[in-house]
């Protein structure tokens, strides 16, 4: 089924199911989709709204559980299958995050690698308040190895053409418009449509969102 929905309606839609998340443990709500599909603003947003109708949040990012550089472009900077496979941890997200949420753990690690300066990090645990809920937000969190550590899971979709216009933006200290669409072309955009074909992500997500108009996001499931 797909319903096309205002902004607001669509955050309104998708806090009613995070609220609805029982608050005896924390719970654990991923936010996936690929580079440029919407998804680091719509976490954002949704952590607001939840927030303000008084559930805590505490927001993470994948993007902090990174890969050294040495292993993130071993199968060359524009292989598809080098990014899915190599550029992010799940492993360390998984044991410093989403397995404590799972048993209940009070405390987590936010990050494991600091992507800027391409190094380890090993900040201080965070506190969990009663009936936190830990939203994560990046790429690729649907793998095998993590899809069945959410509570709930909302996927974000753009059409090829919106991604690639977002990432010239975006992205423009990768390079010229043109080595930008050559990467998302080759890398990222091939890597999103590997995982698709491997993973099959679709059927994993509790929330599939169409946002190649994020004025009028559109929900497919």
Partial sequence: MTTTAGREELLVTLAAMVLALPDDRPQAVGVTGMSCSGKTTLAAELAAVVVGAGRPVLSVAYDDFHHPRERRHAQGRESA???????????????????????GARRI???SYDLAEDRPV???????????????????????????????????????????????????????????????????????????????????AD???DLTDPTAPRLLS
């Fill in 81 to 103: 299958a080098g990014y899915l496979d190599d550029a992010f941890d799940p492993e360390a997200l998984d044991r410093l995050v989403l397995r404590p949420v799972v048993e």
């Fill in 122 to 204: 090993a900040p201080d645990p965070v506190d969990l308040a009663d009936g936190s809920v830990v939203l994560v937000e990046g790429s690729f969190l649907l793998v095998p190895a993590l899809a069945d550590r959410w509570d709930l899971s909302v996927m974000t979709v753009a059409e090829p053409g919106r991604v690639i216009e977002r990432a010239v933006v975006r992205d423009a200290d990768l390079g010229p418009p043109e080595r930008v669409r050559e990467l998302y072309l080759r890398r990222y955009l091939a890597a999103e449509a590997l995982h698709q074909e491997r993973d099959d992500p679709w059927s994993r």
């Fill in 109 to 111: 690690v936010t990050a």
């Fill in 207 to 209: 929330v599939v969102v």
